[in-house]
């Protein structure tokens, strides 16, 4: 199951106002630099991907996949469910080697119950938080 993030609208109207105040004040080359900046994060698309027997995180721009991670289900120590403030959930993939990963904000909402299902056929270990 491939699942997409959903992308934060706050960071890039910040981005677009900074752009305009520097084109109104006339510096063209941090204008230009900005104006990359905002194009390239406009086209960062991040998806989860829930396979069989492995998770992938895959980072594409402008349509291509510029960093893919795999991780095996062998190499998954813990699942945890918890919730990141008031009202999002969050998962944390805990590795026995590298780094765990944070999976959130991603469409549609139930990414959530398909890492469930993927940890219990793969007899991985499930840590759920009270607030959950």
């Known amino acids: 199951m491939r699942f997409n993030a959903v992308d934060l609208k706050f960071p890039l109207f910040f981005n677009f106002f900074i752009m305009l105040v520097v084109f109104i004040l006339s510096k063209w080359l941090i204008f230009l630099v900005l104006a990359f900046m905002f194009l390239i ?15 992938s995180f895959i980072v594409s721009l402008f349509g291509l996949d510029i960093s893919q991670r795999k991780v095996n289900k062998e190499n998954i120590k813990l699942i945890e469910f918890k919730r990141i403030g008031w ?18 904000r991603f469409q549609p909402d139930n990414f959530d119950e398909y890492l469930e299902s993927f940890a219990t056929t793969n007899s991985i270990k499930i840590k759920r938080h009270k607030n959950y």
Do not use: A, E, M, P
């Open 41 to 55: 994060s406009t086209q960062l698309k991040y998806q989860f991907v829930i396979n069989d027997h492995h998770l």
């Open 87 to 104: 009202h999002q959930k969050s998962v944390f993939v805990r590795l026995k080697k590298g780094f765990t990963w944070k999976v959130f």
